[in-house]
T-cell receptor, first 114, second 115 residues
Framework: AQSVTQLDSQVPVFEEAPVELRCNYS??????LFWYVQYPNQGLQLLLKYLSGSTLVKGINGFEAEFNKSQTSFHLRKPSVHISDTAEYFC????????????FGSGTRLLVRP | EAGVTQFPSHSVIEKGQTVTLRCDPISGHDNLYWYRRVMGKEIKFLLH????????ESGMPNNRFLAERTGGTYSTLKVQPAELEDSGVYFC?????????????FGQGTRLTVV
């Protein structure tokens, strides 16, 4: 079975400051990794994904994440946040075999203050 | 191109009543998924359709939940009778057939409140 842990339920940060949202996963098989974002009153939107290759993945809106297999982590980072980045962020994994099922973490609310 | 559309956006019903949620996937997407988020917890998988067939329904909580996808287009999720613990946000997603590079596109969700 797979599981995803997002330790921080809420992260407050000032505008233009850097931010890191943490994600750790557990799986006995190889997985793909994803970050989704949900802006207020909107659906989930894919931010970035790691399928293979370079462990540093760049996504939309200036976000990036680094896959660390030894630490089973996939932390999300942005060097300078904007007010518009205020949203809830979800880390998810999916098995590399035929399963399409996404396993999500509990989400992290990023609150960017002016 | 239209995204994944869910109806209604909000629903408030009394315990014991029936509610039907609808999802219209992106045109041409064979895969359709239902997920649920209860009380700010993690988003949990409910089931997966490939066209009109249920591929994986391991996440369906109990037999009060019935999902259908007639004709392989839109899908409905019926809860009958609804219980208080069914409250939450129900998300629908769809994706194309390829496994490796499949991105699941999500709808805005239906917020269900059972009182």
């Amino acid at each position: 079975a797979q599981s995803v842990t997002q330790l921080d339920s809420q992260v407050p940060v000032f505008e233009e400051a850097p931010v890191e949202l943490r994600c750790n996963y557990s799986s006995s098989v190889s997985v793909y990794l994803f970050w989704y974002v949900q802006y207020p009153n909107q659906g989930l939107q894919l931010l970035l994904k790691y399928l293979s290759g370079s462990t540093l993945v760049k996504g939309i809106n200036g976000f990036e994440a680094e896959f660390n297999k030894s630490q089973t982590s996939f932390h999300l980072r942005k060097p300078s946040v904007h007010i518009s980045d205020t949203a809830e962020y979800f880390c998810a994994v999916r098995r590399m075999d035929s399963s399409y099922k996404l396993i999500f973490g509990s989400g992290t609310r990023l609150l960017v203050r002016p | 191109e239209a995204g994944v559309t869910q109806f209604p956006s909000h629903s408030v019903i009394e315990k014991g009543q029936t509610v039907t949620l609808r999802c219209d996937p992106i045109s041409g997407h064979d895969n359709l998924y239902w997920y649920r988020r209860v009380m700010g917890k993690e988003i949990k998988f409910l089931l997966h359709f490939v066209k009109e067939s249920k591929q994986d329904e391991s996440g369906m909580p109990n037999n009060r939940f019935l999902a259908e996808r007639t004709g392989g287009t839109y899908s409905t999720l019926k809860v009958q009778p609804a219980e208080l613990e069914d409250s939450g946000v129900y998300f629908c997603a769809s994706s194309q057939a390829s496994i490796k590079n499949t991105e699941a596109f999500f709808g805005q969700g239906t917020r269900l409140t059972v009182v």
